[in-house]
């Protein structure tokens, strides 16, 4: 059974950081790609970054360039997101996601999320 399980969210105020993990079981974890998705209320669900089965390529959504990083540990089965310079349009409840074409947006299994809020 895949599990994907998200920790790390919290609130923080606008230009804080904090780093998403998620630990996954049940799958090959080093030959899948794996990424995070966020959705707020209201709003449709949006892909944030994601990073290729090696580790050797990360993508980010034009909105978090610069300012977020991927990472991922396949001796731990994880990925990270690292996040920084957060403001208040970031808040949303971040999923991490996986499937063969994770990195196009087609995720097959994600986790349940972990809230973020960013306000003053």
């Known amino acids: 059974q895949v599990q994907l399980v998200e920790s790390g969210g919290g609130s923080v105020q606008p230009g804080g950081s904090l780093r998403l993990s998620c630990v996954t079981s049940?799958?090959?974890?080093?030959?899948?790609?794996i990424g995070w998705f966020r959705q707020a209320p209201g709003k449709e669900r949006e892909g944030v970054s994601c990073?290729?089965?090696?580790?050797?390529?990360?993508n980010y959504a034009r909105f978090v360039r610069g300012r977020f990083a991927i990472s991922r540990d396949n001796g731990k089965k994880s990925v990270y997101l690292q996040m920084n310079g957060l403001q208040p349009e970031d808040t949303a409840v971040y999923h991490c996601?996986?499937?063969?074409?994770?990195?196009?947006?087609?995720?097959?299994?994600w986790g349940h999320g972990t809230q973020v809020t960013v306000a003053s």
């Open positions: 049940g799958f090959t974890f080093d030959s899948m790609p």
């Open positions: 996601a996986t499937g063969p074409d994770a990195c196009r947006d087609e995720w097959t299994h």
């Open positions: 990073i290729s089965a090696s580790g050797m390529t990360q």
